[in-house]
């Protein structure tokens, strides 16, 4: 069972309930397989999805979701909306209440949103990335995909190589991965190394020969090009030739090894185009896993009492 | 009319008493102290038994918002808020709008605090015009009009030949300059302590560095100068040690803290709870403690409130975009009063904290209940343990993150100039429901 209405973060989830996620997501992940991908478990409900910033795979992917299981699926566009007439965050997520929804789905460029929205509102709230905070459906499909090619999380080595202190994939990947007692390395750069991140219990490389060694998984992470004008890196030249994934470098890790990347990707900044395409990426397992697990999040939820 | 407050236990280190005295009032003046049971009879008696009698408490770091933001607090509501913590004397920074940058200014907010304040009030002038570290102010007409001080607080003077300036001009007057220590690159988007925990809940923290570097600035330019510097709320283990090092080689500098550095972490923060959000953030309990130790042994000579209330529109929003502050005169007294509940200093240096020090930095003749000072008394029961309740605040702030917490020392009876605030009186309530 899971224990709350909303999915917050990977931080406030149990491990039995990220096993229990990733188990349901597996029957779904059979639905999407027949020819007839439609389940009814949420006819009747609305998903309304409240995306402050821009998303178009994460929405998608939650509309598909949303779909598969008969729910309604409506999306508040932000920009046409009442939000540039100066509306607050809190009037926004009332209305959308009032307006009947079952899950409201947010995104947002703060950390702490989706908390702020938990506390407003009686409905599910979904964080489909809040911040640098978390992106927890993300982190959950990245399990689902681990876990369909590697035995067991325990001791599974995986690196997390990029952008470690703004990216919100990252936190979430590394609480669900020490959750399930898997062995973390971040591979980042000085400045973009979050304040403190081995007391999250990950092990830190600046050296991305050293951090790839012998690891199961290798996880790319997007790169925000304005990094380079805030001082953090000098050139994006630098950045690939240090930090970039080259066919020579996965080479380091171990035979079986994956490589993923949460998309979308930018080709010769944060991975090369040999990798990105080659035999070890389940780059794009990751994007269908994605409505399987975003389908047992709903499932789960809708079983909550409120 | 003459009002004696009897049986209570007086506690005034200006003229080193400590114990049951009775206090004798004529009008808005303290007319003599006298042993208990020995003041003559007058118009009106208060019963302070089992309660301290202290002078009215003195803050030197208070946003009343007035003019400009008065959504957000007004001189009327600030004074009282005050008054209902235990204050007498409220000095208020020029952050307003317009900028206290001017005599017309310091006037209107004087005026308005003679009209409807329920305390005394001193403006604290701007360093620079509109406090964009550009040009000084005419400081000598902002003193004749009533200013006492001088800080652009809310923002740091980024140019340090400005600061300079500021110390070395500010000589002719003996004036402090208060310093809002913050290196501006530094914080930027920072709206938490930077550390473990902004790494947890994925907010943009402000370095340690962002406020020790400001202050190692300013400890130079104060030695450059000789003017007198006060460093305003801080926060951090690192400016602790930078002034105490400053002062072992006799800078003349003075500094001070709020409750909130030595009563909260930044661990608090998990909970997105806008009402921690201030600037400068709350920090760790490495802070915490040198903070502690840093009143103990002298380097922190005085307790703000570093009052900053504000409209819960602005708090209940992003944790990014809320506003910076704390609504904290109601709840001040209490959180320092911990201190001494847990021998960390005694009373008497509290009272130096709150009252006596803040009123010789400002140049003011309060804190002391010597005969011939204003009338300004707090009587606290520091036995009684209370429950905050914020939405009671007189305050039209109330944003404090002490809501619900349980704290020791209420403030039974404030006297301001002579006239007395009865806390639990039902006139006195009435106000506050």
Redesign the interface.
């Known amino acids: 069972m899971i224990s709350s209405k909303d999915l917050l973060g990977i931080k406030e989830l149990k491990p039995e309930e990220i096993y229990l996620i990733l188990d349901t997501a597996a029957g779904f992940k059979d639905v999407l397989k027949r020819d007839i991908k439609k389940v009814p478990p949420l006819r009747g409900k609305t998903v309304v999805s409240l995306f402050f910033e821009p998303s178009t795979r994460t929405k998608t992917s939650f509309a598909l979701a949303s779909k598969r299981l008969s729910a309604d699926f409506v999306n508040f566009s932000v920009s046409t909306s009442s939000v540039v007439k100066g509306e607050s965050l809190k009037d926004t997520a009332l209305t959308i209440q009032a307006l009947g929804a079952d899950f409201v789905l947010v995104r947002h460029s703060s950390s702490g949103v989706p908390h702020l929205l938990s506390n407003l509102l009686d409905v599910s709230v979904i964080n489909a990335g809040d911040g640098s905070n978390e992106h927890p459906t993300q982190a959950l499909l990245d399990m689902f995909t681990i876990q369909s090619h590697k035995k067991n999380f325990k001791g599974l080595k995986v690196a997390i190589i990029g952008d470690i202190a703004h990216s919100r994939v990252a936190k979430s990947n590394i609480y669900a991965l020490t959750k399930l007692d898997a062995e973390v390395r971040v591979i980042c750069p000085p400045t973009l190394t979050p304040a403190e991140v081995d007391r999250l219990g990950v092990k830190v490389y600046h050296s991305t020969d050293e951090g790839l060694k012998n690891v199961d998984v290798v996880m790319a992470l997007r790169l925000q090009l304005e990094r380079q004008s805030k001082g953090f890196l000098p050139s994006l030249r630098e950045y690939f030739k240090l930090y970039g994934l080259t066919a020579e470098r996965i080479k380091l890790a171990r035979e079986d090894a994956i490589v993923m990347h949460p998309g979308p990707m930018n080709r010769g900044v944060e991975i090369a185009s040999s990798v990105a395409d080659g035999q070890q990426s389940v780059i794009l397992e990751q994007v269908t896993n994605g409505i399987a697990v975003r389908m047992a999040v709903l499932y789960l939820l809708s079983g909550v009492k409120k | 009319m003459n009002i004696v407050i009897k049986n209570g236990h007086v506690v005034d280190p200006s003229q080193n008493i400590d114990g049951h005295r009775d206090i004798f009032i004529k009008g808005r003046k303290i007319e003599g102290i006298y042993p208990k049971g020995k003041a003559p009879e007058a118009d009106k008696t208060i019963d302070a038994s089992k309660c301290l009698v202290i002078p009215g408490l003195v803050d030197i770091h208070t946003h009343l918002r007035e003019p400009g933001f008065e959504y957000k607090e007004t001189i009327e509501t600030g004074t009282l808020s005050a008054v209902r913590g235990g204050f007498t004397t409220v000095c208020c920074m020029p952050n307003t709008y317009p900028v206290n940058d001017n005599v017309a200014v310091t006037e209107l907010i004087l005026d308005k605090a003679k009209k409807q304040g329920s305390c005394t009030v001193h403006p604290i002038g701007a360093i620079t015009t509109g406090s964009n570290s550009e040009e000084l102010t005419e400081l000598e007409a902002l003193i004749e009009a009533g200013c006492k001080a001088f800080s652009d607080d809310g923002r740091p003077v980024t140019n340090s030949q400005m600061m300079r300036r500021a110390l070395e001009y500010s000589k002719i007057f003996d004036v402090p300059i208060l310093s809002h220590c913050e290196d501006l690159r530094l914080s930027e988007g920072g709206v938490m302590n930077?550390?473990?925990v902004?790494?947890?809940?994925?907010?943009?923290?402000i370095p340690r560095a962002a406020e020790d570097t400001m202050v190692a600035r300013d400890i130079s330019l104060c030695e450059l100068t000789g003017g007198k510097l006060h460093i305003a709320h801080v926060s951090t283990a690192g400016s602790v040690n930078l002034i105490r090092n400053a002062k072992s080689r006799g800078v003349n500098v003075t500094a001070e803290t709020c409750p909130h550095y030595f009563n909260l972490t930044d661990e608090a923060i998990i909970?997105?709870d806008t009402n921690l959000k201030v600037n400068p953030p709350i920090r760790t309990i490495e802070d915490v403690e040198a903070i502690k130790e840093g009143i103990k042994d002298g380097t922190i000579d005085i307790i703000a409130t570093d009052h900053a209330p504000h409209h819960y529109?602005d708090k209940?929003?992003?944790?990014?975009?809320a506003a910076f502050g704390i609504s904290g005169l109601e709840t001040a007294f209490a959180l320092s009063y911990h201190l001494v509940h847990h021998d960390i200093i005694d009373l008497k240096k509290l009272i130096k904290l709150m009252c006596v020090t803040p009123s010789n930095l400002m140049g003011i003749n309060k804190g002391t209940l010597m005969p011939g000072a204003d009338a300004d008394i707090a009587i606290i029961n520091t036995e009684n343990i209370y429950k905050v309740d914020s939405s009671k605040f007189l305050s039209k702030g109330k944003n404090s993150p002490f809501n619900k917490w349980t704290l020791t020392g209420t403030v039974e009876k404030t006297v301001a100039m002579g006239k007395v605030f009865d806390w639990n009186s039902t006139e006195i309530r009435k106000l506050i429901l």
């Open positions: 930077e550390g473990f902004s790494t947890i809940v994925g907010l943009r923290g909970s997105y529109d209940q929003r992003e944790f990014d975009a």
